[in-house]
C-alpha cells in the first residue's frame, strides 16, 4: 500500500484525481504518457485499493478512495511518532 503511493508520478495522477473522476485517456493526455504506462500506474493503485472505478460503457472511470487514503496518512503518522 505504501510502496503504491511513494512514487512520484502516482502521487501526481492521485491529486490529478481529487479534482474529480477521470478517464485513462484523461490522465495520459494531462500528463502527455504513453496510455500504457497511465494504466499501469492506475492498476497499482488500483490493486492497492487507493482508487476506486466505475464503468460507463467502454469507459472506466478512475477516483480517489479518500477514506482509504486518510487511512493510509493516519497509519504513517502513527508509525512516525514511534
Do not use: C, W
Amino acid at each position: 500500500m505504501l510502496r503504491a503511493v511513494n512514487h512520484k508520478l502516482r502521487q501526481y495522477i492521485l491529486t490529478f484525481l481529487l479534482d474529480g473522476p477521470k478517464t485513462v485517456t484523461d490522465i495520459y493526455l494531462h500528463f502527455r504518457l504513453e496510455q500504457s504506462v497511465a494504466s499501469q500506474h492506475l492498476s497499482i493503485l488500483r490493486l492497492a485499493k487507493i482508487v476506486t472505478t466505475t464503468r460507463d460503457g467502454k469507459f472506466i472511470h478512475y477516483a480517489v478512495d479518500t477514506d482509504r487514503l486518510s487511512k493510509i496518512n493516519t497509519q504513517v503518522k502513527v508509525t512516525n511518532a514511534l
